[in-house]
Every structure is written in structure tokens, then in C-alpha cells.
């Protein structure tokens, strides 16, 4: 009974996939930081940071590197920023002496969590974020936040406190490798010949739970129902139409989420 | 005042009522539970009797009837958390635990309360997996408690008040017991849980007079003990192998059958070379002495937490021809047994799911582990193709009943651990398998309503498994994963349930689903079943209710 999409639901997002996965290998590696940068990154956190802020970053009252957590900076070019001129309020000097490389280094290093075989995902600005996520990204046209915006698709009022970095990344470039199971769209033909299509909610042995594409919250019993497929492919477009600074402002928008 | 003949008429019939309405209450005698079979209308052991098939004689439930259950009574327990006790039940009144150590006498019939005892276990207290106790057990006009401060409590069934309570092991080292202790002649038979904080487990026997301790038997074997050269050094001294689930007993052979958990740290095994002896393995023992006859060993130097404390399932049944005591064991390394229960000889192994840690049995029964490489899943999950609740075997079909979880697999991390007591000793831990990085998975009973982990890291299952074949004739499948145990009856249904929530009754030859009920919480123990003044009951516990179904009247 259950099964995967049909071709023709599968074709337009197929060719998106195709359309935009030229565009997406080009620039995919500039979404993160590269092995080499958080490398240098642990060599100049040693030698210039760690007195103060401590081998694992958590030395200063309110300031957890290594976790993320920081008591002014959001995004890596606020990092930058604060490292450069220093906090002197705080007593933090300014690393002026640093070059825009090292600086560089240092946010990778601090952006993979202290872990140089880590990944460190690009966090760009959260405002223009915002503007990206109602605009231009498109995700406004399915996604709700605080209210505001359709619930076909999940509402991302609290994302940031259950994806991280990387998993928003993941999800923007990827979205069927990272759609949790629960999430997954649902096509379902009644007895009487109706198809309806929606995502699920939620799902028992006997029954499940969906919210449909107009956005109605519909019980099914699986026995009464002709068909009853669940796809583990996203509805969700990939979003390569975002250059790689465009996708971290997205991420850095997600992030505040919570 | 005289009285008239109206108003004496009157009286005369209200005392026929009464004396209708009293049933008969006697002593539980041991000789009552030796013969508990032929009561079916009480459920007198852990397992209905001391076989642990729990099959009932009880036949005025049928499957061309069982659609006309009807909910009859329903009990609410007042505490937090999984409900997981079972019930017995002596001549009309149930008695049935709730957390963390409280007794209810009720009356089967209505479900209303006679009385209810607390027992607060000491606040150092401390278990792996939640404050659960499966249930008391009862021997003439006593009931007995393990508690979760590793006490033993004598409890007066008729008031609920205190006889005697004996310390059977130091809370301050973790001992717990959450078992319900088994009853043999004049002994109460006890196990410790612990198996996450270094314990060295055992078994132990009560005079259930006095309490004084009659044996004690060691299930990791110390020096100069055959066995304990199954460990290194020190290690047998914090090598766990509690025991949180209640035995069997065959009376022909006198021995008593008791399913041992898994060696400490649980996720470490490179830290404990060797067999760690008796770890996840059924031990037979004297029940006079404690002595041990023969012992089956299921995962020699298990690094993935697959506890044996499932309950031994004992039958007569003709194997190969021969009329052959047998033992059946549906076990949480994903293997079924059958072995010989007189002398522990293997006679059958089959995986009833995924299996990738052993890639078979050799012709001991002794599993050719296949440990994955580090990162990789391993089938079955660290909750087991089983666990704890209660399978179930009808002499009538010939088929082992059992819950089973399918395509669950874990993903160990192993870290050395350092035995501090009392302390967490546990060596890393199970990680979860899941199709997305960081998506939901299962876990320990059920966290939520919603099930957002879905199939896509587990399901759940009901499997008939023929012994004769160790392969399943029909399973059932289930969207979540489930812990219901099993009751099964001479009317050929087979009752269970799952996390779900949803109360089967199942043909127990075909595995149709013949009538379900939406209880709402997880069902996490076997249902029984009962008559009182000739009506058959079944009850079950989902969430908080302890609910009681009957024909309509």
C-alpha cells in the first residue's frame, strides 16, 4: 500500500533537482569552511585566545565558544568584528595585528565547535536573513513563523532550539536528506475516488493524522482507504537559487529561532 | 419494636443477598499454587502459574464473541510514570502494585479499593529505567513486596498493614528490586536489579514466615567457584548480572528458573574479557538450596545490553517425537531458544529479527559474534528484538506468543568506566540509528502522543512462533514499537497491546484482530484474565488505568 511518489509528482521536483544541482556544485564548498582555515583557526586560538578564554572556550562568564554561545556576536562577520577591535568595556583587546586570513581561521575554529575534524557552516546576518526567508528564498510561501504564513509546510517559529547549524544547511540544500520521517508528505486516495495530499502529523497502526494542503487537520482510518502513500521525498524545493552568503543569512535568521 | 412480617421479609432477603454476594475466600496455600491451572478463575503467580505460559482455562470469552467486551470498571492509578505491575488475583479481590511501592487490595468486580499501603523506599533509591515494581506475590493470607530500597515486605492481605520487611541487599550500592517475587513451598524467591551501577547480582530466598534469608545464590560466581574464571581480576566483583524479572518453577525436577541481565559496564566489553558468567544467561537452580543444576549462557561477554531477564516459558511438548520438558525463550539478543529444561541441553535457535552482532548459533547454541565496526548500527537495538514483558505459549496451538521490535538498530559508543559504588557503571552508551541526523528515535517507553520517530527507526510486531520450527507461522505488525506482554486462553485469543495504546484481542491460530479498544496509553505489561461469580474478566493496564473488560450483560 505504501509506497513511493508517482513519476508525475516526482517530475517537477526532479527537474529542479537537475536545474539547480549545475548551480549547487559550483558554490557548495563555500558554504562551509574548509578543513585547512579551522586547522590554522586551532593553531592561532592556542597562541592568541586560550589564556583568557580558556582551552575550551568557556572561561568568561556567559561566553561558551566551543558551544555557540556568545554574549554579543550572532553572526561570523560579528565574530570578526570582535575579534578585530576587541570589547574594551570588557577588557578584551583588539587583534588588529590579525590578518583578515587568520580571522578568518579563527571563526571556522570556533564555528566547528573546537573540533578541527568538524564541519563549520558559514552563519551569515539574521536581518537580512529575515528579508531572504519572506522574499527572494521563498520559504514565507509555505513556511509560518510567529504566526505569520501558511502551515502546509512545518512552522519554523522554534527551529533554531532543535537544528543546528549544520542541519539547517542540510535541509536548505537538501531537503529530503534531512526531512525528519514524521514530516513526510502524504498522498492518499478515499474509497470514493478523492485524492488528498497533505504532510503528517502523526500515525498509528490503524489510523494516521495529516494536515492537508488546505490546511485542514484530517484523520484517515488505513483500512478505509484505496491508497495510502508516504514519500520520503520533500515537496520542498532546494535552495540553489541563494548564493553562498545569501544561504548563510538564511541559516544565521534560523538560528534565532527558538 | 416488633417487627413486621413485611419489614422481616425484607431483612431475610437482603441476607440472602449478602450471602450470595460473599464468595469463597480461603488461605492461598501452596498447594493452591502448585495448582493454579486448575483455578483459572484466580491469577495466583506473576505468570498465572508456575509454567509462566500465561494461558488461562477461562473459555466464556470466545472469538465469535469477543466483540461484545464491554468495559466494566476502571481503576486510575495517582502517581507519575509507566504503569508496568501485574495483577493477581485470589477469589474476587485483585492486588496489583503502583509506583513507586504502594499495594491496592480491590475488588475485582467493581474496582472499587480496600485498602492501599505505602511503603516509601529509602530517598538514595536509585534505578537505571524508571521506579517500576511488576507486582507482589502471595502465600496464605500474605502478600509479598520487593521494594525499590532492596527490601522485602511482608504485607497482611486482609488489612494491608506490615508484617516484616527485611533489608535484602544495600541501597547505598544501588540494589533495587523491581521484580514480583516468586512463591516456592515456604520460601519467597527475590532478585536485584542494579545492572547499571556495578552490582553483584543474585537470587535469594525468604522463609515467607519470618524473612530470614534460606539461600543465596551468586550470579557472578566468586573465587574458587566454578565459572569465576569467566571474568579478569576484580571485575566479577561489579560485574552486575542483576535480576529484574520473576522465574519459573518446574516442581517434578524442583527447580526454580531465573533469567539473569547484562554485565557491567553494560557497553564496554573489551574492559571484561571473557564469558562473564552468569550474565544473560537462564540459570536453573535447587529451590531448597539455591544450588545451581545447569545454566544456558545467550551472550557470552555481551557489550550491547541484551539483558536475559525474559521469562522463562516451561511446557511439555513432544520434540522429534519424544515428550521433552522444554524451556522457550524468545530472547532480547533476537534469538529464540528452545533448550531442554532438565539439564540446560540447546535444542533449537532461531533469530526471529535482524540480527547482525552473531551471524548464528553454533551447535551448543552459543552465538559467533560479528561485532560492527564503530560508527556502524547493530541489529537488534540496545531495547532488544524483546525485552522484559511477558511472552505467552498456548498448549492448544503450540505457538510461543511474544512482542517483538523489528528493523531497530542502535549504534554503540564505548567509553571505560571506573566502578565508584553506588555509581553510575555503565561504559558509554546506545545511540540511536535514525534516517536523519538528529530526527527523533525511541527509546525507553513512550515520551509522547505524538509519534514524530515513526516506523522509519522501528516497529513493533506480535509473533506466533512455532518451537517446533523456531519460525514465526503468522506475525501481526504494529506502526510503533510496543512492550505488551501476553495472555492467552483455552478459547484460542491471544490479548495484548503496545505503546500505542490499543487493547487486541487476536485470533491466537490466525492472528486476526478480532476486537480492539483505543485505551490511549502505552500498555506496557500482559494483560490476565479472571472470573468472579461466574462472569470472565480480562484486565489490562494502559497509562495511568487499570481497565476491566466483560461480556455485556
Known amino acids: 500500500m505504501r509506497g513511493p511518489l508517482s513519476l508525475k509528482q516526482i517530475a517537477p521536483v526532479l527537474v529542479l533537482l537537475t536545474l539547480v544541482a549545475s548551480v549547487a556544485s559550483a558554490g557548495q564548498q563555500d558554504h562551509q569552511y574548509s578543513p585547512t582555515e579551522i586547522q590554522a583557526g586551532l593553531r592561532l586560538y592556542t597562541a592568541e585566545c586560550s589564556l583568557c578564554h580558556g582551552p575550551n572556550g568557556d572561561l568568561m562568564s556567559g561566553i561558551d565558544l566551543r558551544r555557540g554561545q556568545f554574549r554579543r556576536a550572532v553572526s561570523d562577520e560579528d565574530l570578526a568584528r570582535v575579534i578585530t577591535n576587541g570589547v574594551p568595556d570588557a577588557g578584551m583587546p583588539a587583534f588588529a595585528k590579525l590578518q583578515s586570513a587568520d580571522v578568518t581561521a579563527l571563526v571556522a575554529f570556533i564555528r566547528a565547535g573546537f573540533d578541527v575534524s568538524g564541519a563549520a557552516v558559514k552563519i551569515g546576518d539574521p536581518g537580512r536573513g529575515q528579508t531572504l526567508f519572506a522574499g527572494k528564498a521563498g520559504c514565507a510561501a509555505c513556511h509560518r513563523v510567529n504566526g505569520v504564513g501558511p502551515r502546509t509546510a512545518p512552522d519554523l517559529s522554534d527551529i533554531g532550539a532543535s537544528r543546528t547549524a549544520p542541519a539547517l544547511q542540510r535541509a536548505l540544500l537538501d531537503p529530503s536528506s534531512a526531512m525528519w520521517p514524521i514530516n513526510r508528505p502524504v498522498r492518499i486516495v478515499t474509497r470514493d475516488g478523492k485524492t488528498v495530499r497533505g504532510r503528517r502529523l502523526n500515525e498509528d497502526t490503524y489510523t494516521v493524522q495529516i494536515i492537508d494542503d488546505q490546511e485542514r487537520l484530517l484523520t484517515f482510518i488505513k483500512a478505509d482507504l484505496r491508497e495510502f502513500e508516504v514519500s520520503t521525498k520533500s515537496t520542498m524545493p532546494p535552495a540553489t537559487s541563494l548564493s553562498s552568503e545569501e544561504l548563510a543569512d538564511v541559516i544565521a535568521y534560523l538560528l534565532t529561532l527558538k | 419494636m416488633a417487627m413486621t412480617i413485611k419489614s422481616f421479609g425484607r431483612v431475610v432477603f437482603i441476607a440472602l443477598v449478602i450471602t450470595l454476594s460473599y464468595r469463597l475466600q480461603a488461605q492461598v496455600t501452596y498447594d493452591r499454587i502448585l495448582k493454579a491451572a486448575a483455578e483459572p478463575h484466580n491469577w495466583l503467580t506473576y505468570g498465572g502459574n508456575y509454567t509462566s505460559q500465561r494461558y488461562s482455562l477461562l473459555t466464556q470469552i470466545t472469538p465469535s464473541n469477543v466483540a461484545q467486551l464491554e468495559q466494566k470498571w476502571m481503576l486510575q492509578d495517582q502517581v507519575f510514570g509507566a504503569w508496568q505491575s501485574n495483577p493477581l488475583v485470589v477469589d474476587g479481590v485483585m492486588y496489583v502494585t503502583e509506583r513507586p511501592n504502594d499495594v491496592m487490595a480491590v475488588d475485582a468486580k467493581t474496582g472499587r479499593v480496600y485498602w492501599l499501603y505505602r511503603y516509601a523506599p529509602a530517598p538514595e533509591s536509585k534505578v537505571c529505567c524508571g521506579a517500576n515494581n511488576r507486582g507482589v506475590a502471595v502465600l496464605g493470607d500474605t502478600l509479598y513486596m520487593g521494594t525499590l530500597d532492596a527490601h522485602l515486605v511482608a504485607i497482611d492481605a486482609k ?395
Open chain 2, 159 to 553: 488489612n494491608g498493614k506490615p508484617l516484616w520487611n527485611v533489608a535484602v541487599a544495600d541501597v547505598k550500592l544501588a540494589y533495587s528490586i523491581t521484580l514480583a517475587p516468586l512463591v516456592v513451598k515456604d520460601k519467597v524467591i527475590i532478585g536485584v536489579g542494579g545492572g547499571e551501577y556495578g552490582i553483584r547480582g543474585f537470587i535469594a530466598a525468604y522463609d515467607a514466615k519470618t524473612g530470614k534469608e534460606a539461600w543465596r545464590f551468586y550470579t557472578i560466581p566468586g573465587p574458587g567457584e566454578p565459572g569465576h574464571d569467566s571474568w579478569r581480576g576484580e571485575d566479577w566483583k561489579y560485574g552486575a548480572a542483576s535480576v529484574w524479572v520473576t522465574g519459573s518453577y518446574d516442581p517434578d525436577l524442583n527447580l526454580t528458573y531465573w533469567g539473569v541481565g547484562n554485565p557491567g559496564p553494560d557497553w564496554n566489553p573489551s574492559q571484561r574479557p571473557g564469558d562473564n558468567l552468569y550474565s544473560d544467561s537462564v540459570v536453573a537452580l535447587d529451590a531448597d538450596t539455591g544450588k545451581l543444576k545447569w545454566h544456558f549462557q545467550f551472550t557470552p561477554n555481551d557489550g550491547y545490553d541484551y539483558d536475559s531477564v525474559q521469562v522463562p516459558v516451561l511446557a511439555d511438548i513432544s520434540w522429534k517425537g519424544t515428550p521433552t520438558k522444554v524451556m522457550m525463550w524468545a530472547n532480547r539478543n533476537g534469538y529464540f531458544y528452545v533448550l531442554d529444561r532438565a539439564t540446560g541441553k540447546f535444542l533449537l535457535g532461531n533469530n526471529f529479527v535482524k540480527v547482525n552482532w552473531a551471524s548464528g548459533l553454533d551447535e551448543k547454541g552459543r552465538p559467533i559474534q560479528t561485532p560492527q565496526p564503530n560508527g556502524m548500527p547493530t541489529w537488534p537495538g540496545n531495547q532488544g528484538g524483546t525485552n522484559w514483558y511477558p511472552p505467552a505459549f498456548s498448549p492448544r496451538t503450540g505457538l510461543f506468543y511474544l512482542s517483538a521490535w523489528e528493523n531497530y538498530s542502535t549504534i554503540y559508543r564505548r567509553e571505560s568506566a571506573t566502578y565508584q559504588p553506588g555509581g553510575n557503571f555503565m561504559g558509554g552508551g546506545p545511540g540511536p540509528n535514525t534516517p536523519v541526523p538528529g530526527a527523533p528515535s525511541v527509546g525507553i517507553g513512550r515520551r509522547s502522543p505524538i509519534n514524530n520517530w515513526t516506523d522509519a527507526v522501528g516497529n513493533g510486531a506480535v509473533m506466533a512462533i512455532d518451537p517446533q520450527t523456531g519460525k514465526p507461522k503468522w506475525k501481526v505488525t504494529q506502526f510503533d514499537v510496543t512492550d505488551g506482554g501476553m495472555l492467552t486462553t483455552a478459547s484460542d485469543l491471544l490479548f495484548t497491546g503496545g505503546r500505542e495504546g490499543y487493547f487486541h484481542a487476536l485470533d491466537a491460530r490466525t492472528g486476526k484482530v478480532l476486537w480492539k479498544a483505543s485505551l490511549g496509553g502505552q500498555i506496557v505489561m500482559a494483560p490476565i484474565t479472571f472470573q468472579v461469580e461466574g462472569k470472565q474478566y480480562v484486565s489490562v493496564i494502559s497509562g495511568h488505568n487499570l481497565v476491566t473488560y466483560a461480556l455485556r450483560d
